[in-house]
């Protein structure tokens, strides 16, 4: 596909200089105009209207089959994200956090992995945990209280979620500095790994300090920033004067801005530059630009800070219905298909509602268990003295 | 991710068993010993390869098992502990330095929120063995935070163990036992003892890492120390016995979790009980052992149990440290209004 040439790909026009002490008006409404609207960098291959364009350094072959599925995962994905939040609404869930609208960003890049290639998420990837094999009924336990997470982030080279901003891309950093010690980096067979965040992550200090270790170490590590355009109330302006990508550069490795509504070239991005890290080219950072369709939690509130109009665009722009319209243009997929997807997503559903309502409680002992490897007698005592003291109630009220 | 065994047969065996080193040299020897047991042992740092730290902690390590092995960082303490964080998940045992006490704080956020954590929240299916290398405490005439006690953050905090060495054969086995160790420990190592001499033997069995050790027995008044103090609370126990006091002095060597049986067990025969550390004293571990042992040892106390600490003040210019730090005449103070009591 693309190679290090890539890498240089010049700025545009219209960036500001980080020389300049002062913007052009030109340059300040042209930044802008790429923080609004992807900009004429945008790498897109599938219109919002379902049109299969071409880019001159990413394309993709692919077959219906493997279109079906990515449709598929989307459609599946959505359904446990509204499962989910309406889940919250009937106070079986403490809090959800969508991720509607960020489908095909997290479809895509999701399904560019290899299974021995490693992902840090944040907090919001219910799509990559699905392209990494876990159940959806695992995310519930984390938002309804019950646990913190429990696939195993070794097995499944998936990290639990993170939720203090930014955290993850540091040890996901480290992560990829033990791949390249291991020897394992500098080839076709070689391991990489991904780390997810989001607009307002990119302006906490670990991000920095994660772009900065990952570039001294050539770590084989891809920096997927989700720019959703808010971050909970605050608008990426807040975050960054430069598009996004364009960071990259100040690091010494390429950033690319994919149109993240697009699964075909978030697939196509995220493949390229998992192969660059797996063959020692690393890293490399993808913005995808994309839309946070829903709230930023089940406990946010959009209409105070955003106008309905920008839902009403981003709707247009939906990241399933263009590859909707494409596999029915294309002859690809035919209504059995479309009712089967449907079906199984109402079967999910079902699982979800069914799964939730059914979790029990952890017992007290939880609140101990596993503080330690190796123990602490301190602690081991405490637990004996409230558990004593908790089975004084045993068959009453308490 | 199970916990290599550390073979200490194939670790090379100095030539002499029984050496007087500093406390530097013994920390550098087992730092050494480790890394020769366990290839996965890695240093992580500012300055720590080809200058070999600032302290020379980690002199020669670099130029024996490579840049790979003995990392010079980025000076970012943040990045220093959040990519240890990854390379732990990824089956290393980081041992990372911290250049200054007051400089831990940009990594305090991964040491907190994930070092302390991932253990927990996976339900052991992530271990962190990390091990965090802290020269702490004053006395060594430094600007501003470089003389800092900040032990009582990490004590404070669930799924973190804390320890300090006070002599040369424990920082040469402390430091050794702490690798080993599948929980993070914070390795609190007292600056200006650095270049104190002690006989370590190489040969020896240690003892376990998270005890209390009694370095001197005595039966009017307990002391209780740790790190740098243990020093002072030796050397004021000397001068007392030359004036007819016993006191007994306890080196606590784990702060997290605290090992109080041997200070239990000695304060139920001294009745008097004196805590010296150079860190603040509300909301400290002398503030934490005070509130044990009056719940242990309710009626064997013949005085209320004292601290002497530095003061709850930021530290100050270092031509004030001498009356910030406890020093022996602070505690002989402080030991004679427990026996009035």
């Not at chain 1, 195993?152 to 891309?169: A, L, M, S």
């Not at chain 2, 530095?310 to 406890?326: H, I, N, Q, V, W």
Request: charged content about 25%; glycine content about 8%.
């Amino acid at each position: 596909m693309s190679s290090p040439e890539q890498w240089t790909h010049p700025e545009p026009d219209a960036a500001p200089a980080a020389t300049a002490a002062k913007p052009t008006a030109e340059q300040v409404i042209a930044g802008l105009r790429a923080t609004d609207e992807g900009g004429a960098d945008l790498v897109q291959l599938l219109t919002p209207e379902g049109v299969r364009v071409t880019h001159p350094d990413f394309d993709i072959d692919i077959t219906a089959e493997e279109l079906r599925g990515l449709y598929r995962d989307m459609v599946l994905i959505r359904r446990v994200d509204r499962e989910a939040n309406a889940l919250q609404r009937k106070g079986q869930l403490g809090i959800w956090v969508p991720l509607l609208g960020q489908e095909a960003a997290q479809i895509g890049a999701g399904r560019a992995m290899r299974e021995t290639d490693m992902a840090f998420p944040s907090y919001r990837e219910h799509g990559i945990a699905w392209t990494r094999g876990i159940n959806p009924t695992e995310l519930l336990g984390i938002f309804r209280g019950t646990d913190q997470g429990t696939w195993d982030p070794v097995e499944k080279r998936f990290h639990p979620y993170t939720i203090v901003i930014g955290n993850q891309v540091l040890n996901a950093a480290g992560y990829a500095m033990g791949q390249k010690f291991d020897g394992k980096v500098g080839d076709d067979e070689g391991e990489a790994t991904m780390c997810f965040f989001g607009d307002g992550a990119t302006s906490q200090g670990d991000v920095h300090e994660g772009f900065v270790w990952a570039a001294v170490y050539d770590a084989p590590l891809v920096f997927f920033c989700q720019n959703n355009q808010w971050a909970i109330s605050e608008p990426t302006e807040r975050q960054s004067r430069l598009p996004l990508y364009q960071r990259a550069r100040g690091y010494g490795f390429p950033g690319i801005r994919v149109d993240g509504n697009d699964v075909l070239a978030t697939l196509a991005v995220t493949k390229w530059a998992l192969d660059e890290c797996r063959h020692g080219n690393g890293p490399i950072l993808i913005e995808a630009f994309t839309y946070r369709m829903d709230a930023h939690t089940t406990s946010d509130d959009p209409t105070r800070y955003r106008l309905s109009d920008e839902l009403e665009m981003w709707k247009l722009k939906d990241p399933i219905e263009r590859v909707k319209v494409y596999l029915v243009k294309q002859q690809w997929a035919d209504s059995e298909f479309f009712e089967s997807v449907e079906a199984d997503a109402d079967k999910l559903g079902e699982e979800l509602r069914e799964f939730c309502t059914n979790m029990p409680d952890p017992p007290a002992e939880r609140i101990f268990s596993n503080v330690y490897a190796e123990g602490n007698p301190n602690l081991e005592a405490q637990r004996d003295e409230f558990l004593d003291y908790v089975s004084g109630f045993a068959g009453g009220e308490h | 991710m199970a916990a290599p065994t550390m073979d200490r047969s194939t670790a090379a065996a100095p030539a002499t068993p029984v050496q007087t080193l500093t406390i530097s040299k013994a920390l550098n020897m087992g730092l050494r010993a480790a890394m020769e047991a366990n290839p996965k042992v890695i240093m992580m740092g500012e300055d720590i390869g080809k200058l070999g730290g600032v302290f020379r902690i980690t002199d020669g390590l670099q130029k024996d098992f490579g840049e790979q092995r003995v990392l010079d960082t980025p000076l970012a303490e943040s990045g220093i502990i959040g990519t240890a964080v990854g390379l732990a998940i990824r089956g290393y045992r980081p041992v990372c330095e911290i250049q200054f006490d007051g400089f831990i704080f940009p990594g305090f956020d991964q040491i907190v929120s994930q070092v302390a954590k991932l253990h927990y929240r996976t339900q052991g299916k992530i271990k962190m063995p990390i091990v965090i290398r802290v020269p702490f405490g004053g006395g060594i005439g430094a600007v501003e935070h470089h003389s800092e006690s900040p032990e009582s953050y990490f004590a404070h905090t669930a799924g973190l163990k804390v320890v300090s060495c006070s002599n040369p054969a424990d920082a040469y086995w402390m430091i050794q036992q702490a690798i080993d160790c599948d929980d993070p420990v914070l390795f609190f190592e007292p600056k200006r003892r650095y270049y104190e001499k002690g006989e370590v033997d190489t040969t020896a069995q240690p003892g376990k890492l998270f005890e209390s050790r009694v370095l001197r027995s005595g039966t009017d008044a307990t002391l209780v120390a740790y790190g740098p103090m243990v020093r002072t609370a030796l050397d004021a126990a000397g001068a007392a016995a030359e004036d007819g006091t016993s006191l007994e002095v306890i080196d606590l060597r784990t702060l997290s979790p605290l090992d109080l049986a041997p200070v239990f067990e000695s304060v139920r025969r001294t009745g008097r009980l004196v805590v010296v550390s150079e860190a603040p004293s509300e909301s400290s571990i002398a503030s934490e052992i005070a509130a044990k042992v009056q719940q242990e040892c309710f009626y064997s106390l013949q005085a209320p149990v004292l601290r002497v600490t530095g003061f709850d003040t930021p530290y100050p210019p270092s031509k004030l440290e001498e009356e910030f730090l406890p020093d022996l005449d602070r505690v002989l103070h402080a030991v004679d209004r427990s026996l009035a009591w």
